[in-house]
Nanobody
Framework: QVQLVESGGGLVQAGGSLRLSCAASGRTFSSYAMAWFRQAPGKEREFVAAITWSSRSTYSTDSVKGRFTISRDNAKNTVYLQMNKLKPEDTAVYSC????????????????WGQGTQVTVSS
């Protein structure tokens, strides 16, 4: 069982930066792949980025490549999403998720979810 709690969201101007954190409880955190998803109002949930348990591999969707970076610290049971050069279209609720699979990109392959944190980017 893994419980996830996100933090770090807020209101930022276009071009600005935010760092999201996802704190996990549970002694098996280091064995899970972790990911960030986002959901904007009226839209389906969208994959943002994922990282393997060892941090050896990461993957991100094209729209955030070069701007967002996913990382993790297994000693702190925390995964991060550094978001730079934010755009108004990045506005959404961002949620972290955990999966026992290697590096899934589909939400159905993630077993545990946080409640989400709101990110709002003003133009």
């Amino acid at each position: 069982q893994v419980q996830l709690v996100e933090s770090g969201g807020g209101l930022v101007q276009a071009g600005g930066s935010l760092r999201l954190s996802c704190a996990a409880s549970g002694r098996t955190f280091s064995s899970y792949a972790m990911a960030w998803f986002r959901q904007a109002p009226g839209k389906e949930r969208e994959f943002v980025a994922a990282i393997t348990w060892s941090s050896r591999s990461t993957y991100s969707t094209d729209s955030v490549k070069g701007r967002f970076t996913i990382s993790r610290d297994n000693a702190k049971n925390t995964v991060y999403l550094q978001m730079n050069k934010l755009k108004p279209e990045d506005t959404a609720v961002y949620s972290c998720a955990a999966s026992p699979r290697i590096l899934p990109k589909s939400s159905i392959e993630y077993d545990y979810w946080g409640q989400g944190t709101q990110v709002t980017v003003s133009s």
